[in-house]
């Protein structure tokens, strides 16, 4: 389960929680977004889009502490 904790802009900090697990994870990430696009004849409207697995370490990372996550929350720009 993913939980937003801080938004400003196009950054985020959501915590990942696991069921029967007492171990978090919180995900850095920097919010993309697409201006609408068709794909196979149906029209996709405009949205934010989640970073993929390819832009891991690029625009989005896994930290183990929330105090890693807000530093790497604070040295991105939004």
Known sequence: ????????????????T???SAVNNY????IG???????????IEP????PGSSLWGITAWTCS???DAM???D???S
């Open 71 to 73: 530093r790497r929350y």
């Open 18 to 20: 696991r069921p029967g």
């Open 47 to 50: 949205a934010e889009t989640y």
């Open 1 to 16: 389960m993913y939980t937003q904790l801080k938004r400003d802009g196009k950054r985020a900090i959501f915590q990942q």
């Open 33 to 43: 977004r697409h201006n609408g696009y068709t794909m196979g004849g149906c029209s």
């Open 65 to 67: 502490s929330i105090d």
């Open 27 to 30: 995900e850095v990430v920097k």
């Open 75 to 77: 040295a991105l720009n």
